[in-house]
């Protein structure tokens, strides 16, 4: 039986962090069948609740749990092609494509136990047609797959569309309660604007969100706007590129942007004028700072789109860009970057990426009626910036523990 449908249980640590209210000497939050019933003091919870089992951590934090906006888990830590540039590296990429075959399963379990132990309890995945989802349901973890399709291999837009919508919904079916099956429309350069239109408009008659990348490297907004570069080299113009425009203005044109969309890195070259598209289109971004740092993409421009009221969440993208599949220290990398407070940078992480994905009602806070999704951090959060300490000891290997909807999934203290 999993925990989640036991009696009551009590996590309380030396500090709790809920986001979402202000930090609780002493704090625990009730859990009942997943979901957290009562936010507050220690002591009162377990006094109202003589029945709950209580877990307490004195010298720990407990934070909501990281959610990943923005992760791929087929990739094997080595083996990496080499950074430096975008092209250069989508090309070994492509290379090593038919090797990589042998070992995604494996490579995609490996990235999810490694995002546990990290604190992740929620992960937005984008994989080719899904290919991740068997591992991430079998994790533990929340999240939602997000099927890439690349037109070109089904064939006409319709009839692509189609297959990849249905690809979804079959994969959809007989998952645990909180992993989900979605589409995600790759790249301004792998997938054409009619697919990606039909895909946009499809996924969103339907109410679901949409997994893109969008504006990521300096060879993309080259392919968009002159259907030459890196890109096109590897692709051939592909008759849509050079479009005359920036990728952002590109998306919109071809109906991509919508607040159901989820655009990955918007690292290079975001103007101002595109913020303002971000912005009224109500898109939500995933921030991957060391994929983007890895592949010479530059900095996005995310203390501007915060500003403008763009939901920002963070993402890891997956282990051939980014060092690990540690989320918090994704974060920590971000807090350094933009000169944020960790406060900020925590609410990034957490309530953030929940935003971000459209499911803050039911996770990135420690809120009564949400799951009870939560990391216990090694860390009593003392002195000036308590939060960012949070951070630093989560990226550091200080995740003790991982609680997804109620479930222990990861626990190295055995308590
Ligand atoms: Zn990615």
């Given at each position: 039986m999993p925990e989640s449908q036991a009696g009551p249980v009590i996590f309380a640590a030396g500090t709790l962090m809920p986001i979402s209210s202000p930090p609780l000497h002493d704090g625990a939050v009730l859990v009942r069948r997943g979901r957290i019933a009562a936010v507050g003091d220690l002591t009162d919870l377990g006094r109202e609740n003589p029945d709950a089992e209580v877990r307490f951590f004195p010298n720990y934090t407990i934070v909501p749990g990281a959610v990943n906006a923005h992760a791929h888990l087929g990739f094997r830590r080595k083996d990496a092609p080499e950074g430096g540039t975008f092209s250069g590296w989508l090309r070994g990429l492509i290379e090593r494509l038919p090797e990589k075959e042998a070992w995604t399963a494996e490579a995609a379990r490996d990235s999810a136990r490694e995002a546990i132990e990290a604190g992740t309890t929620y992960l937005a995945e984008s994989s080719p047609y899904g290919e991740c989802l068997p591992q991430l349901a079998e994790s533990g973890l929340a999240g939602t797959v997000y099927a890439e399709f690349f037109p070109h291999e089904i064939g006409a837009p319709e009839e692509a569309v189609e297959f990849i919508v249905g690809k979804a919904r079959e994969l959809g079916k007989g998952l645990p309660e909180r992993v989900d099956a979605r589409v995600s429309v790759h790249s301004p350069y792998t997938v054409d604007p009619e697919s990606s239109r039909l895909a946009a408009r499809s996924t969103r008659e339907m109410g679901w969100t949409l997994a893109i990348h969008?504006?990521?490297?300096?060879?993309?907004?080259?392919?968009?706007?002159?259907?030459?570069?890196?890109?096109?080299?590897?692709?051939?113009?592909?008759?849509?590129g050079g479009a005359g425009v920036s990728p952002v203005r590109y998306a919109r044109d071809i109906e991509l942007l919508a607040p159901e969309t989820i655009a990955a890195h918007l690292a290079t070259g975001v103007s101002e004028e595109d913020i303002e598209i971000l912005a009224q289109t109500g898109i939500a971004a995933a921030h991957c700072p060391r994929s983007n740092d890895f592949l010479g993409c530059g900095v996005s421009p995310v203390p501007a789109?915060?500003?403008?009221?763009?939901?920002v969440g963070m993402g890891t993208d997956g282990l051939w860009s980014s060092p690990s599949m540690n989320l918090f220290e994704e974060t920590l990398f971000a807090?350094?970057?933009h000169g944020m407070s960790g406060a900020a940078g925590l609410e990034l992480a957490t309530l953030g990426g929940a935003r971000a994905l459209g499911i803050e009602a039911e996770t990135g806070t420690l809120g009564a009626g949400k799951w009870a999704d939560l990391a216990v951090v090694e860390t009593s959060a003392e002195g000036g910036d308590p939060e960012r300490g949070v951070l630093e000891a989560a990226a550091s290997g200080g995740v003790a523990a991982t609680v997804v909807g109620g479930n222990v999934i990861y626990n190295r203290l055995g308590r």
């Open positions: 969008l504006s990521e490297s300096p060879e993309e907004v080259e392919f968009v706007k002159s259907g030459t570069g890196g890109l096109a080299d590897i692709f051939g113009s592909n008759e849509w789109m915060i500003e403008r009221g763009i939901r807090v350094e970057l």
